[in-house]
């Protein structure tokens, strides 16, 4: 077959395949090889187009170029509609490593704190939460904390305004919930706290608190005890041992404080544990009849126990961490080890 014949042929192939192209870069890429690649047939036909018959090279070589433009317009047509429909450009090199993704995760209070819920949800607890501004009477007044009472002392306040202040401890909850709702009431009360402490390893002006109410008829401080017990063997194992110590708190009567075996030496007596073999995670106690009464509920029908625990020592004792500063600072070296 002549060269002219040859271009003809190419010209009418080039039309067949340009009906069958695709939207996917190998099917375009495909055509722009066959073509104007540098082994494609246009070029090939450039190639041959050297020796022709000098007679014949002015119409072959118009026709020539009309070819190689109808291709090369129409692989750039392809590309363009090709961009426009993956948003996508074909030089993307995907050789290329691929961007750093960071997976995230909880921060380790959180997971504690979740994981404190989880079990006492399990239980049949429901979860209320609160605000950080508070009033006086929920914070304190309703608590049995009545004006100038040495208790007040006991956390020392962020006040905002005279009656406004930063709550101190998640228990106002306890009262928003005992004014809205009526017993059976059984709720988790997780939130942030704050207190104008001395800001030290142990000690921090922000913290984490989870308090627990349970107001019904004939609820007893065996059923806290019972409830505190399977609460700490499924957080801290099945082995640990609790005892309870008696404690004061304004809004709880009889109150005590609870400590668990220590889970690192077994109670043996370690650093942990400062040799005692037991370490405090918690306040509790019987529901004062005054709160009940300062909440509209008949403490002569009702009782009710309480619990408070505060999430960030857990973490700091479960992960052996010893400053109290580093759940609060947001380092990424320090978080992204949980
Ligand atoms: N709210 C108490 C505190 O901050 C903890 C607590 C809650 C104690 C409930 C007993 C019962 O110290």
């Not at 187009?49 to 026709?63: Q, T, Y």
């Not at 801290?236 to 404690?247: A, E, H, L, N, T």
Request: aromatic share 12%; glycine share 8%.
């Amino acid at each position: 077959m002549n060269l002219p014949e040859r271009v003809k042929e190419v010209q009418n192939w080039l039309k067949d395949d340009l009906a069958k192209v695709n939207d996917t870069f190998n099917s375009v890429e495909e055509f722009r090889l066959k073509y104007i690649g540098k082994k494609g047939l246009i070029p090939a036909l450039f190639r041959d187009f050297g020796s022709l018959d000098a007679s014949l090279k002015r119409e072959v070589g118009k026709n020539l170029n009309i070819l190689k433009k109808e291709a090369e317009e129409a692989v750039s047509q392809l590309k363009e509609r090709l961009t426009a429909k993956s948003g996508q450009d074909e030089e993307f090199d995907y050789t290329l490593p691929g961007m750093p993704f960071n997976r995230g995760n909880l921060h380790p209070v959180t997971q504690t704190m979740n994981r404190i819920c989880d079990i006492f949800c399990e239980m049949g607890f429901g979860i209320e939460f609160g605000p950080e501004i508070e009033t006086d009477f929920n914070n304190f007044q309703a608590l049995n904390f009545p004006d100038n009472h040495p208790a007040r002392d006991m956390q020392d306040t962020f006040f905002i305004e005279d009656d406004i202040l930063l709550r101190t401890h998640t228990s106002p909850i306890q009262i928003r919930t005992m004014l809205k709702k009526k017993p059976p009431i059984r709720i988790l009360a997780p939130g942030r706290v704050f207190r104008n402490e001395a800001i030290n390893p142990r000690s921090y002006c922000v913290f984490h608190q989870i308090e627990g109410l349970y107001v019904d008829e004939d609820v007893s401080f065996a059923e806290l005890k019972m409830t505190i017990e399977v609460f700490a063997k499924k957080f801290f194992g099945k082995d640990v041992q609790i005892r309870f110590r008696p404690s004061y708190f304004p809004f709880t009567e009889p109150s005590a404080e609870v400590d668990v075996s220590c889970f690192i030496c077994g109670g043996k007596g370690c650093r942990l544990c400062k040799h005692t073999g037991w370490l405090e995670i918690m306040g509790c106690g019987m529901v004062d009849p005054n709160v009940l009464e300062a909440c509209g509920i008949d403490s002569e029908r009702y009782t009710g126990y309480a619990f408070g625990m505060g999430p960030d020592r857990i973490t700091l004792l479960k992960y052996g961490i010893n400053d109290i500063r580093l759940l609060f600072e947001g380092d990424i070296r320090f978080l992204k080890q949980f």
